[in-house]
């Protein structure tokens, strides 16, 4: 029994690399305590300050307690690894990795907590004039990106890494690369001319030659823009930045711009009559706008080749597609009307045949 007691004191004491099972039995413990009050943390203290946060009319706030979840959970981890460091009686190289590990998670927990609290800050400032939605979106990206680009730099100073021989390696690396990417950069500059140049932003409808649709994302490389069939469309940056594009977004009011053939045989009278009368109904629908340099233009402008031709402009207020085309289908249902009250009719193209002579 003895020899079995002394044999249990020796597999005690020796463990594993020379640690006692005391040491790792007890950092275990405090590995599990550290996930178990990481749990509490999250889904009891984080979710009571989330309903406090809820209460407030500002939105920032929830924001960022958000953003902040993640990282805070990585404090008892931290703190349990550098507790751990404590108990296990590390020394020489070993110790020194653990050390640095430490320290990493550390780093790794403020710059986590850095560029997750990056997007609530860009939203705060989201009312700012000069910052528009995709300008917002590329601020964003670019600052996570420095963010992480410093704490990992940070992190490999750390284990010893040097960072000047580094960089100057992907310097060399980003020579050959950019030979091969040129087309990479060439989309790159083209989308920072177009969040510079404010040509569109995301949910504009735009149009571009064949394309026409939402612009859901403006990428460091691509486009997003959604047809109207719902597909979503990438198009390089350097296809939109090269050609002409109609930004729909923009617009200030929507103007109808029509000619309406009407039969030779209409006379004088019928021809002001229907003129005066559709002109009319346009001033006196409050769908149209009437003031200023929107009055409405009805003019007979034109004797065709088979019809006499009236012009009719007018102008509405910014709206959507469908509202626009209902707009538009009530015009053309009451000029249909005042043309038959008038006894006139639509032309349509024709030819017509006279014959001198027939053969005997």
Same mark, same amino acid.
Not at 103 to 111: A, C, G
């Given at each position: ?20 099972? @005391? ?51 990585? =404090? ?15 020394? @020489? ?16 927990? =403020? ?52 960072? @000047? ?17 040129? %087309? ?57 930045? %090269? ?16 000619? =309406? ?5 209409? #006379? ?75 006894? #006139? ?11 001198? #002579?027939?053969?005997?």
């Amino acid at each position: 029994m003895e020899n079995f007691i002394n044999l249990v004191n020796d597999v005690w004491n020796r463990g594993f690399l020379g640690i006692d099972l @005391g040491s790792i039995i007890t950092s275990l413990i405090v590995l599990l305590v550290a996930f178990l009050f990481r749990g509490f943390l999250i889904s009891v203290i984080l979710n009571a300050l989330s309903k406090l946060a809820n209460k407030t009319e500002s939105e920032i706030d929830d924001e960022i307690l958000n953003a902040l979840k993640r990282p805070l959970g990585l =404090i008892p981890i931290t703190i349990a690894l550098y507790i751990c460091t404590l108990i296990l009686p590390l020394s @020489g190289l070993i110790s020194d990795i653990a050390d640095s590990v430490v320290k990493s998670f550390v780093v790794f927990t =403020i710059f986590s907590a850095l560029s997750n609290s990056v997007k609530p800050l860009f939203e705060a400032l989201s009312t700012s004039s000069w910052l528009t939605l995709s300008m917002q979106m590329w601020l964003e990206r670019a600052a996570r990106f420095v963010v992480w680009v410093v704490g990992i730099a940070i992190i490999l100073d750390i284990f010893g890494i040097q960072i @000047g021989p580094l960089v100057a390696g992907l310097g060399l690396f980003s020579v050959a690369v950019a030979l091969g990417a040129q %087309d990479f950069f060439k989309n790159l500059i083209s989308g920072i001319l177009i969040i510079g140049e404010g040509k569109f932003q995301p949910g504009d409808r735009i149009e571009a030659g064949t394309i026409h649709g939402i612009v859901e994302t403006i990428g460091f490389r691509s486009t997003v823009v959604r047809n109207f069939d719902s597909a979503p469309m990438l198009i390089p940056n350097k296809d939109l930045s %090269d050609v002409k594009v109609t930004n729909h977004g923009e617009m200030e009011h929507r103007r109808i711009n029509w000619k =309406i053939n009407l039969v030779y045989s209409t #006379s004088v009278v019928q021809l002001e009559s229907i003129r005066d009368q559709i002109k009319q109904f346009i001033i006196d629908d409050k769908d149209f706008l009437n003031d200023g340099n929107f009055d409405p233009v009805i003019r007979i402008v034109e004797l065709g080749a088979s019809s006499i031709d009236i012009l009719i402009v007018a102008y509405a207020p910014k709206m959507g597609f469908a509202s626009f085309n209902t707009l538009k289908e009530k015009l053309i249902f009451n000029i249909m009307n005042i043309v038959k009250e008038n006894g #006139s009719d639509f032309a349509y193209p024709s030819t017509s045949l006279y014959v001198e #002579s027939m053969p005997e």
